[in-house]
């Protein structure tokens, strides 16, 4: 078992770092109904980390806790091993924690640019005077932003339709770009509500690529939810499975692959 | 002839410089409905309001003088000072920033998510609320404003097309400076929603709350700020409006106008907003003047009508809802089934 500030090398060659992100007996309600009961995870610095389980395991719950979107009843969020306050899900995003959303949260009236620029507006600090008379700090922000937006934009291979408005694009592209967008605020942890819903086979591949294209290019942490078992397995350092709210397997996909528990609540399992 | 020529150039003249006027309130409404999804029908209410601190202010009037008169039993009524209008017209815009810090922060930040017909009936429950505190604070008497903008006629319009045509041409300064104010205004307001960063923010609220979220946009600073903005745009077309009739309450009436304007422009558009505003005015003076004129409609339909200002903006509403239900500048619905 390894040390939470410990670091390792994968088989693939990356280094992963300490714990960056730990969530702690984690308790979620609405109402009556418990959406996640009592789960401890943590996060290391630069591992992708998948959560999986059935529909309703409580999988988009804790993406949303972590990003601030629910609060949860009982447990904490321990980021960069302090207790993290309650915090606003803009004040999250302000801490370099982006995320996608499973079903797509664009602006839809604005162009693909225009999207990704959005994900630059933490990092615009020229005031409201300076912005007008566009000199000094503004102009350079301004400058530096676009060129990030556009390296971004390359490297998820949308530059033939940067200027295209959003509602016209088909539904893998907008997932792309979406990705785009959490990417060019530099985030050090990227959330992912299931990049891959809905996708053909070929679009899948091309989403597991820039995700580990991702990783590896910009080092950046990923924390990502998805349902397709393959892809997870292949994809990720470590996996959590959840079922019920509950937490009932968490480790390397190869001891996942081989955990009874895992195994019932996929396949199911006779109850006599 | 020619001289019915002139007439009507110069009443579509006129007409262009009231829907400059109109506009400028229905520019308060697309702002808040765009960013905010909130038909605000206090915007009018507003404007009245801005318009009398903005007296009160100058005139160095003691705010709820009456009410603490009556409780006190003193008998003060003015500081006895006078503020010139730059100053007055900065704490004025002060008061409109916390009033629309107060509005987001006990109204609608408990209304997010509600169903549209809540948050409008919330904001004409704010319309009528303000309206009393304007009442309490400032008095209901009708009170000249004179912030120093020029009045009365144009000479040297008039004096130059009645060289050129013959005919001296009607055009009142102050009309010119709300045009121009009112150009200004728009231009900067599209400026700032396209380039600056809080602009950008904006419209990424406008669009999706959720995804704004996500990229660390605050909704509460949005909102406030989409108020702060409203009401600064209340304020010019207060002073405009005042300048031109005395500031009285009837002025909250004029929100009503800006309902046609914007069925015209659409509710998202600030352009539309314009060009909706010019239409109405433009065409309620135009057809007033020819349905009123005895050798035009009388000779015509043989009979005349005239007051038609009064519901001419309404009808003309009505029939754009029949056929283009967005507006000419809004955004297409489009239902999929």
New interface residues.
Partial sequence: MLDSTESYVTEDGRTIGGVVMEMKNITLRFGGVVAIKDISFDIREGEIRAIIGPNGAGKSSMLNVI?G?YVPQEGEVLFHGKPRPQL????V??QGI????QNI??????TVL?NV???R??K?N?G?LA??IWRGKAEKEEIENREKAEKIIDFLEIQHIRKTPVSRLPYGLKKRVELA??LV?EPSILLLDEPMAGMNVEEKEDMSRFILDVNDEFGTTIALIEHDMGVVMDLSDRVVVMDYGKKIGDGTPSDIRNNQAVIDAYLGVAHD | MLEQLYFAMEVFLNGLMAGVLYALVALGFVLIFKASGIFNYAQGVMALFSALTLVGIMDGQVPFSHIINATLGTDIHHFGWHVPALFAIFGTVIVMVLFAWIVQRYIFRHLVGQEPIILFMATIGLAYFLEGVGDLMWGSEIKKLDVGLPQGINDTIDQVTYEMFGYGFFIDNLDIVATVVAVLLVIGLV?FAQ????G??M??V???H??????????NFIWIMVWSVAGFVALVAGIMWGTKSGVQFSLSLIALKALPVLMLGGFTSIPGAIVGGLIIGVGEKLFEFFMSSSALAGELFGFTISATENWFAYVLALIFLVFRPQGLFG?KIIERV
């Fill in positions: 990003s979107f606003r899900p803009y004040e995003a302000q982006a995320r996608t959303f949260a664009l602006f839809e009236g604005m225009d620029m959005t994900g507006l933490n615009m020229a409201l912005q007008a967008r959490a605020s | 400026i380039y600056s960063k809080e950008r923010a419209r990424a406008a669009d999706d959720q995804a704004a979220l996500s990229v660390g946009v605050s909704l955004e």
